[in-house]
């Protein structure tokens, strides 16, 4: 009897994980396409303000020549919360052997999520700044966090560069990273894609133009890079708690059967008992 409640026992708590794994599961689809369709506005924007940013960029105050001597910042951004397969893993391997090849004295760091925060703090590696908060709700105002900072201090540093995850397919995420200081505007776009600014009446300066557009442009590249990670973050976690809830099913299988199995072996016997006593 004992052995039959103590099974009753685990099929009634891997029901209880099931669920919870399967309400995971929904709630990471949702957020995916929920930061799909961001990320696809953000995108349009982008591809809106780069031409303009292209042929304003003659002036270029992002970073100063003076400081073309001063420190970098590497930026790295994982994911909030666990329970979403080796998607941090994936990065902070990609991240350890970009430092293998660079002196840390000549660098600062930012952490963005509490997985990459934590993982820094493991190394031995101190933040400038960090940012635990990364979900779909607090997106926005972590991204703005980052932005105000990135542009307070944007003169005092020679490149800031971000390390995340990006989804190449559904299934697959792989790590990457983006220069996000200096601006690489002119990269990003082709000479038919220069704006013709003689359409355009500016009341201020070129330089406050320029000025007013790369602010904009920054948010969004900030903004774009953590919608990335966190669509891939979400990938990552679907694909785990699917897995999950496919394991909690065939294990509630095996243990049915076994229960089964036990208790019918026992009605059986005392069946046997009560038939021989007559």
């Not at 979403?84 to 840390?104: A, E, H, M, P, R």
Request: net charge positive.
């Amino acid at each position: 009897m004992s052995q039959l409640i103590q099974i009753k026992q685990r099929i009634k708590a891997i029901q209880v994980i099931k669920k919870i794994t399967h309400a995971m599961r929904l709630i990471s689809m949702s957020s995916r396409i929920k930061m799909i369709k961001h990320s696809e506005n953000l995108q349009f924007f982008r591809d809106e303000i780069t031409p303009l940013l292209c042929s304003l960029e003659k002036v270029h105050p992002n970073i100063d020549e003076n400081q073309r001597f001063a420190k970098n910042i590497w930026i790295l951004i994982a994911s909030e919360k666990g329970l979403c397969g080796n998607f941090n893993n994936v990065i902070f391997n990609y991240f350890q052997s970009k430092l293998k090849t660079i002196d840390q004295a000549d660098y600062n760091f930012i952490a963005v999520g509490k997985q990459a925060g934590d993982f820094l703090a493991q190394q031995g590696i101190k933040v400038i700044a960090r940012y635990d908060k990364l979900s779909p709700n607090q997106l926005e105002k972590t991204a703005t966090h980052l932005y105000e900072f990135l542009l307070q201090h944007k003169s005092s540093y020679q490149t800031v560069t971000c390390f995340y995850n990006q989804s190449k397919t559904f299934f697959i995420q792989e790590p990457c990273k983006y220069q996000l200081l200096p601006v690489q505007a002119q990269k990003s776009c082709s000479i038919t894609d220069n704006v013709n600014l003689e359409d355009y009446h500016w009341a201020q300066s070129p330089a406050h133009v320029l000025e007013c557009i790369f602010q904009s442009f920054l948010k969004l590249n900030v903004l774009y890079i953590l919608s990335q990670s966190m669509i891939a973050e979400q990938s990552s976690r679907f694909l785990s708690m699917d897995s999950s809830t496919r394991n909690a099913e065939n294990l509630l299988k095996k243990m049915n059967l076994e229960y089964n199995k036990i208790r019918q072996a026992k009605i059986t016997r005392e069946l046997t008992e009560l038939i021989s006593s007559f």
